[in-house]
């Protein structure tokens, strides 16, 4: 097994409070959102979170592009407990995971508003948020976890939706035979405005998608299955772990059958020489971001591909 020495791209305030999103964006940004207060919320992740909040929430917004702070914004959200943090246009996004519609609960469990903090539009984004990513050009994708797809919702029983930035469907996952419809969507890359990767359950596919059309699909080899996260650059993608060794990085080769062909595995370093456990990992384009303790670490593709000979 090769090795990948990483060193810190930013390191998070401490007095920020508790991260509660952590979302790479378009062009290379990365999105972090702190609770202010009291957290309020049940279990580790959207799939065990609470949809209302005790109390007001206030949220710290912020955004990192090469290391530098964007955005710092105080952002006050009376309703909802949020899970995902994007840009949309001029304005940001927020989203609870979880769109409950019994006891009264809004559908509305997506929040624009101006980067000073004004509620500008309520959206409603389905329940059993796993992904959210935005374009460049003010596209949402949501991708749901099983308890939103085999939920009461409607609009998240396809497994991943596109939207427009007022928050009108303008795609459904609908995949064709022979690939299995989608009941848990386990990782999802918006490489670019009009280019979205996923690998989803069942099956575990990895599926290409260029202008909303499915272009091409892979089976993954064994130690890739049940990643959350992938970093992609045209033939090659580097998956962060599976459901066996957490935190082995496999890079795989795309050819032309159908089949994705393992090319290296990796563990990570830090700066000190030490293993590397992220708490928290998300991918987006050709980069892994990994949260470890308060540091963020980026994770190149194209340095994995170097380092593997390829």
């Given at each position: 097994m090769?090795?990948?020495?990483?060193?810190?791209?930013?390191?998070l305030d401490p007095g920020s409070g508790e991260?509660?999103?952590f979302d790479p964006g378009p062009q290379r940004t990365l999105y972090t959102l702190h609770t202010l207060g009291s957290p309020d919320h049940r279990g580790d992740g959207p799939a065990s979170s609470?949809?209302?909040?005790v109390a007001s929430r206030r949220y710290r917004a912020q955004a990192w592009l090469d290391g530098e702070c964007v955005?710092?914004?105080?952002?006050?959200?009376?309703?909802?407990n949020i899970h995902h943090l994007q840009p949309l246009g001029d304005d940001l996004l927020l989203a609870c995971a979880r769109s409950h519609q019994r006891g009264g609960y809004s559908r509305l469990n997506g929040r624009v508003y101006s980067r000073s903090g004004e509620l500008l539009r309520e959206l409603a984004l389905g329940d059993g948020i796993e992904h959210l990513q935005t374009t460049a050009r003010g596209e949402i994708w949501t991708g749901y976890f099983d308890e939103g797809v085999f939920g009461d919702d409607p609009i998240s029983t396809a497994g991943l939706v596109a939207w427009d930035a007022q928050g009108t469907s303008v795609f459904r996952y609908d995949p064709p035979a022979?690939?299995?419809?989608?009941?848990?969507c386990y990782a999802l890359n918006l490489?670019?405005?009009?280019?979205t990767w996923l690998c989803y359950y069942t099956g575990f596919p990895l599926v290409q998608l260029r202008d909303h059309r499915i272009v091409?699909?892979?089976?993954?080899?064994?130690?890739?299955?049940g990643s959350h996260a992938f970093a992609v650059h045209h033939r090659h993608v580097l998956f962060a772990g599976g459901y066996r060794h957490r935190d082995t990085y496999h890079l795989l080769s795309l050819d032309d059958g159908p089949q994705a062909c393992a090319a290296a595995s990796f563990e990570l370093i830090d700066e000190d020489g030490e293993p590397l456990r992220a708490a928290r990992i998300a991918g987006?384009?050709?980069?892994?971001?990994?949260?470890?303790?308060r540091r963020i670490y980026a994770c190149d593709i194209h340095r994995a591909i170097s380092e593997s000979g390829r």
């Amino acid at each position: 097994m090769k090795t990948l020495q990483l060193w810190p791209i930013v390191t998070l305030d401490p007095g920020s409070g508790e991260l509660v999103a952590f979302d790479p964006g378009p062009q290379r940004t990365l999105y972090t959102l702190h609770t202010l207060g009291s957290p309020d919320h049940r279990g580790d992740g959207p799939a065990s979170s609470k949809h209302r909040p005790v109390a007001s929430r206030r949220y710290r917004a912020q955004a990192w592009l090469d290391g530098e702070c964007v955005l710092d914004a105080i952002i006050d959200d009376k309703h909802h407990n949020i899970h995902h943090l994007q840009p949309l246009g001029d304005d940001l996004l927020l989203a609870c995971a979880r769109s409950h519609q019994r006891g009264g609960y809004s559908r509305l469990n997506g929040r624009v508003y101006s980067r000073s903090g004004e509620l500008l539009r309520e959206l409603a984004l389905g329940d059993g948020i796993e992904h959210l990513q935005t374009t460049a050009r003010g596209e949402i994708w949501t991708g749901y976890f099983d308890e939103g797809v085999f939920g009461d919702d409607p609009i998240s029983t396809a497994g991943l939706v596109a939207w427009d930035a007022q928050g009108t469907s303008v795609f459904r996952y609908d995949p064709p035979a022979p690939l299995d419809s989608m009941a848990d969507c386990y990782a999802l890359n918006l490489a670019s405005h009009n280019e979205t990767w996923l690998c989803y359950y069942t099956g575990f596919p990895l599926v290409q998608l260029r202008d909303h059309r499915i272009v091409r699909s892979w089976t993954l080899p064994d130690p890739a299955i049940g990643s959350h996260a992938f970093a992609v650059h045209h033939r090659h993608v580097l998956f962060a772990g599976g459901y066996r060794h957490r935190d082995t990085y496999h890079l795989l080769s795309l050819d032309d059958g159908p089949q994705a062909c393992a090319a290296a595995s990796f563990e990570l370093i830090d700066e000190d020489g030490e293993p590397l456990r992220a708490a928290r990992i998300a991918g987006r384009g050709d980069t892994l971001y990994l949260l470890s303790g308060r540091r963020i670490y980026a994770c190149d593709i194209h340095r994995a591909i170097s380092e593997s000979g390829r």
